[in-house]
Structures are given as structure tokens and as C-alpha cells.
T-cell receptor, first 114, second 117 residues
Framework: AQKITQTQPGMFVQEKEAVTLDCTYDTSDPSYGLFWYKQPSSGEMIFLIYQGSYDQQNATEGRYSLNFQKARKSANLVISASQLGDSAMYFCAPTGTGRRALTFGSGTRLQVQP | GAVVSQHPSRVICKSGTSVKIECRSLDFQATTMFWYRQFPKQSLMLMATSNEGSKATYEQGVEKDKFLINHASLTLSTLTVTSAHPEDSSFYIC?????????????FGPGTRLLVL
């Protein structure tokens, strides 16, 4: 079974600053992927970024990037130049070989302050 | 990204009635869809995996006779909450796996808020 840990239940960041949201996971799968989703108050789950365990480079997608440290089993999400619209819950979700469903961490509530 | 729709977005029903929720992948075919449930201030919990043309796979503790899943086509999965009770009130959200890309991203519907009175 996979275990996902998001140690920050809540985070505050000033608008235009960068913020890092932590995620560590425990998996025995030799090959796996890591997803990050954003959930605003409306409830929808918005796909942000994906990292494959064998990817040579850290994933980037616009203002989102992953600080992927495979040996430490961590995949922290970095949001640069925060915007007020970034205020939401953020979930980390690894997926492994043979298991296509996502197992979500407890999430981090990010609040961007003007 | 790919688009997944979910209907209805909100439903209020009386205890004992059944509620059907539809999940559609609009611009891709999905042989596998997933149903999650999210209680307030909690994370999403997988309920079941919906497989086109075959029986759904339920997670431990999820009653298959209460949460009926039908995946009759490559673009539609339905979840029926039978004989709903107040404790079934929750946010139900589906996802569909887009197998076209290497990463097989799951795209989520907008969710359904169910309130059972």
C-alpha cells in the first residue's frame, strides 16, 4: 500500500512570492508517477503537474515545478509568483505499477494574501 | 487537458430514494473510470474502479449493492446510490483515465454534492 504524507495542513504566502508544498510518499513500486492536483472551493480537481519516477529532469508546467528527490521519496510542488487565484487545497497523489487509481494525501490548504 | 463532465452537480433527496450520477469523458474514450468520495475537510477516497464492459472493482468497505456502478460505454459511467441515507451525504467525484499520453493522467469531473435529508 502507498502512504502519502503532506505535512503542511495550511500555508500562507504573499502574492507574487514563491511557495513550496511538501509531499513525501512511500512506495515499493520500481516505476511510479506523481501527480499534483488543485482543488478550489468549488470542489473540482484540477490537474497541475506530473513527474515520472524515471524522468531525468524535474517536471515544470508554467508557474508550477516539482522538486523531485527520488532517494528521499519526496516530490514537493513549487508555485512561483503566487496569485490570489492559487488559494485552494493542493493534493499530492502517487500512482504505481498495476494500480491506476490515485491515492491522495491529506492535502495542504494554501492561502495567498494580497 | 481532457474534459470530463458530471451530472448533476448538486442533488438533494429524501432518505430512502436512489440517486444516479453520470460521469462522461467528452473528448476521449475511457476504458477505466474511478469514483471517489470526499467528506468535508477530508481527502478524496477511492470508492470503486469502473471498467467498461465488466464489473466494477470496489474498495474495501464500500458496499457494491449500495453503490451501483455501470460503465456501459467508453465515455459514460454511472454511479447509483441506492436507498440513500443521511450518512451518504458527501461530495462524489469521478475521474477518467486518458490513456493517450504516456503519463495516463486522470481528469476529474466537477463533482456532485449529495445531500440526503
Amino acid at each position: 500500500a502507498q502512504k502519502i504524507t503532506q505535512t503542511q495542513p495550511g500555508m500562507f504566502v504573499q502574492e507574487k512570492e514563491a511557495v513550496t508544498l511538501d509531499c513525501t510518499y512511500d512506495t515499493s513500486d520500481p516505476s511510479y508517477g506523481l501527480f499534483w492536483y488543485k482543488q478550489p472551493s468549488s470542489g473540482e480537481m484540477i490537474f497541475l503537474i506530473y513527474q515520472g519516477s524515471y524522468d531525468q529532469q524535474n517536471a515544470t508546467e508554467g508557474r508550477y515545478s516539482l522538486n523531485f528527490q527520488k532517494a528521499r521519496k519526496s516530490a514537493n510542488l513549487v508555485i512561483s509568483a503566487s496569485q490570489l487565484g492559487d488559494s485552494a487545497m493542493y493534493f499530492c497523489a502517487p500512482t504505481g505499477t498495476g494500480r491506476r487509481a490515485l491515492t491522495f494525501g491529506s492535502g495542504t490548504r494554501l492561502q495567498v494574501q494580497p | 487537458g481532457a474534459v470530463v463532465s458530471q451530472h448533476p452537480s448538486r442533488v438533494i433527496c429524501k432518505s430512502g430514494t436512489s440517486v444516479k450520477i453520470e460521469c462522461r469523458s467528452l473528448d476521449f474514450q475511457a476504458t477505466t473510470m474511478f469514483w471517489y468520495r470526499q467528506f468535508p475537510k477530508q481527502s478524496l477516497m477511492l470508492m470503486a474502479t469502473s471498467n467498461e464492459g465488466s464489473k466494477a472493482t470496489y474498495e474495501q468497505g464500500v458496499e457494491k449493492d449500495k453503490f451501483l456502478i455501470n460503465h456501459a460505454s467508453l465515455t459514460l459511467s454511472t454511479l447509483t446510490v441506492t436507498s440513500a441515507h443521511p450518512e451518504d451525504s458527501s461530495f462524489y467525484i469521478c475521474s477518467a483515465r486518458d490513456g493517450r499520453g504516456a503519463q495516463e493522467t486522470q481528469y476529474f469531473g466537477p463533482g456532485t454534492r449529495l445531500l440526503v435529508l
